[in-house]
């Protein structure tokens, strides 16, 4: 049995602000395909009537994701490193196929060996 | 248990970011209930001074138990997944990912392998949405069966049929294609932006 004793802060915090990119991005072409279905390209740009108003929204919405994805990523992974000390790690099962065995971590490759 | 804890985290996290929006929503939230009125077909009307604005004991009490409650249904929800997981996997297969020991001595999860995660999170989506969907309709049928006409029960029990079907295979669906997107993503993009890297232990 494995523990998951330390998360790093800035990679989960880089992953959440490119999720948070993705899916703006997702919903910003479901909104304009909506519009555009609707045969109104003013509800496709919300409301503003114009391409550069829509990009100006998009961009907004965009850098609000971006900080918003960093602070929450790193802020949920902080708190995961500072409470799993007082409260215990994640504990997880990892079984290695033979032939795919990575090199492992001093203290963990002795485990592996005794197992 | 351990996977729990760290759900709990989350929501704590995510119920002060709830509570905060539920503190300044309240009196519209209130507010809002008037607007049902016109919908009324019963005898039962709202009393004008309903939508008045709780005082800020009221709302301070509102967002702290809205904090309690995101953190216990988290830990829930966590125990919940970990052990349908557990359970689940023995059967159809464990999650498989492949590990890479980067320079500092940590581990990166490189690549998630899509079928294996989209297999077990789609099953384990379908018994939680299954009961979360149960749940929705018994609400909404004993919500709004009180003051909504249908003209006969019978249509409005096979709407509720149908809404179901929707809600349960609906979301199973859209989960399903939500989780193969964002694990074939993560496969795709985290080379550039780094990928999930975690100290592992070995639990003595």
């Keep these: 049995m494995y523990t998951v004793q330390r998360v790093y802060i800035w990679?989960?915090?880089?992953l959440c602000a490119l999720f948070n990119i993705i899916g703006i991005l997702i919903y910003a072409v479901i909104f304009v395909f909506i519009g555009f279905l609707g045969g109104?390209?003013?509800l496709a740009v919300f409301g503003h009537g114009s391409l550069s108003g829509f990009g100006v929204i998009l961009?907004?919405?965009l850098l609000i994701g971006i900080l918003s994805g960093l602070g929450f990523g790193a802020l949920i992974a902080a708190i995961y490193n500072g409470l799993s000390?007082?409260?215990g790690p994640i504990e997880v099962e990892i079984s290695f196929e033979p032939e795919n065995i990575p090199e492992?971590?001093?203290e963990v490759n002795s485990q592996i060996q005794q197992t | 248990m351990s996977v729990g804890k760290a759900f709990a985290i989350v929501g704590l996290v995510g119920g002060i970011f709830g509570g905060l929006w539920v503190f300044l929503t309240f009196s519209n939230v209130a507010c809002m209930q008037v607007d049902v009125q016109p919908y009324q077909t019963s005898g039962l009307t709202l009393a004008p001074d309903y939508c008045s604005t709780p005082g800020l004991a009221t709302r301070l009490l509102v967002l702290f138990i809205a904090w309690l409650a995101c953190i216990a249904l988290a830990f829930v929800m966590g125990i919940i997944y970990a052990a349908l997981y557990n359970w689940l996997s023995e059967y159809f297969g464990k999650i498989k990912v492949r590990l890479n020991l980067n320079q500092k001595g940590a581990y990166e999860i490189t690549h998630f392998q899509v079928w294996s995660v989209v297999k077990n999170l789609a099953i384990i989506w379908l018994i939680v949405g299954l009961i979360v969907n149960v749940l929705v309709i018994i609400f909404s049928i004993n919500f709004f069966g009180a003051?909504?006409?249908?003209?006969?029960?019978?249509?409005?029990?096979?709407?509720?049929l149908f809404a179901f079907l929707i809600g349960w295979l609906g979301s199973a669906i859209a989960f399903v294609g939500l989780t193969a997107l964002i694990t074939w993503l993560y496969?795709?993009?985290?080379?550039?932006?780094g990928h999930i890297t975690i100290h592992l232990g070995v639990k003595s």
């Design chain 1, 11 to 14: 990679n989960w915090a880089k």
């Design chain 1, 40 to 42: 109104n390209f003013d």
């Design chain 1, 59 to 61: 961009a907004m919405v």
């Design chain 1, 85 to 87: 000390k007082v409260f």
């Design chain 1, 104 to 106: 492992a971590a001093p």
């Design chain 2, 147 to 160: 003051f909504l006409s249908f003209g006969s029960s019978n249509v409005f029990y096979e709407s509720s």
């Design chain 2, 187 to 193: 496969n795709l993009l985290s080379r550039f932006v």
